[in-house]
């Protein structure tokens, strides 16, 4: 059975950095891509950065413009966990996060075959 499951959400400081970890069981990290994406109070929801399966090579593909240079993915195979690094934090910023596993390959909005429950990110003094 397919899971995901977030955590390191949390309440940061403007300017504040934060790691996101996405614990995938019930499959491989080298068949799945796993992306992130976010979604603020009353807004929908975002793609945010993604990262391609192992067997794809591991590509990154960036979603959205405003976490360019501040915010990046990895993944750490022997644990089949994803993690968002998120540096410069502003308060717009402020959602909750997912992350989804698409088969193989980054497709934006294309369909995900498991979304994980979300963690909370606010950016807030």
């Known amino acids: 059975q397919m899971q995901l499951v977030e955590s390191g959400g949390g309440l940061v400081p403007p300017g504040g950095a934060l790691r996101l970890s996405c614990a995938a069981s019930g499959f491989s990290l080298d068949h799945y891509a796993i992306g992130w994406y976010r979604q603020a109070p009353e807004k929908e929801r975002k793609g945010v950065i993604c990262i391609s399966s192992g067997s794809s090579g591991d590509g990154v593909s960036s979603y959205l413009d405003s976490a360019k240079g501040r915010f990046t993915i990895s993944k750490d195979n022997a644990k089949n966990t994803v993690y968002l690094q998120m540096a410069s934090l502003k308060p717009e910023d402020t959602a909750v996060y997912y992350c989804?596993?698409?088969?193989?390959?980054?497709?934006?909005?294309?369909?995900?075959?498991?979304w994980g429950r979300g963690t909370l990110v606010t950016v807030s003094s």
């Open positions: 989804a596993a698409q088969r193989y390959n980054c497709r934006g909005g294309g369909a995900v075959d498991k």
